[in-house]
Structure formats: structure tokens, C-alpha cells
């Protein structure tokens, strides 16, 4: 089980999210892995999607400027000794993302030689590699 981080704070939002994405829909994974029973230390995974919609709360175009006030602010925080600035979550993967729809996914050459030996064995043409 993960560690909470963030001391008494952490723990809470920690209990919050077990509480919502796990008991709310029915499938308590915290106390059964703590439980006796061994066969509830199996891997489980639980999910919860929450849509809200701004304009119950608002003036969605409000919302989406106070968002990108946010953002911008946290993109002009300092960053730590060494890191390449500071990140808003999903931020690095969706460049990565852009970046290899442009240039290609990296394959290491044993994967690379894999993938054309099935390619030949099945009678299909593998892509062009890109340098």
C-alpha cells in the first residue's frame, strides 16, 4: 500500500481518496489488505470518474481564466536546484506525447530486430524507420 505523504495532511487526503475511489464504489481495498484474510492482499485496482460542470458554480469562461491564472503561476514559481522548471501534472507526458507524434517512438535496437523478425514472419512490412 502506498505511504501518505504530506504528515497529518497527506494522511487525510490519503483517507479521502481510499474513501471515494475505493468504499464509495463498493470495493474496499485499505481494510481488506489490513484484514486476516489472505486472499484480500491481491492486487485490486478501483477507479472513480467524477464529472462536474463549471457553470454549476459559475461563469464557466470565469473559470477557465482563474485555471489559466493558476497555471501561469505555477509555471513562474521557482524551480528546484537542477530540475528543468516546475510541472503541472500530465504536463511532461503530454509533451513527450507531441514530440514522438512528430519524431517517432524510440525502439532499442534487440526490440527494433524483434519486432521486423515478427513482421517477416508474419508477411507484414514494418515501418519505416526514423533516424
Known sequence: MPLPLGGAKGS?????FELLTSVLVGAP??????SDDPKARKHRQNALLIALDPA???DPDRFTADVDTTLSTLKGLPSADGAAGVFYPGER???????????????????WRELTESAERFGIAPPTPVA
Open 12 to 16: 487525510g487526503m490519503s483517507l479521502a
Open 29 to 34: 481495498i485499505f481494510s481488506a489488505f489490513h
Open 56 to 58: 454549476a458554480f459559475g
Open 93 to 111: 507526458s503530454a509533451a513527450v506525447a507531441a514530440e514522438r507524434a512528430e519524431k517517432g517512438v524510440p525502439v532499442t535496437p534487440k526490440v
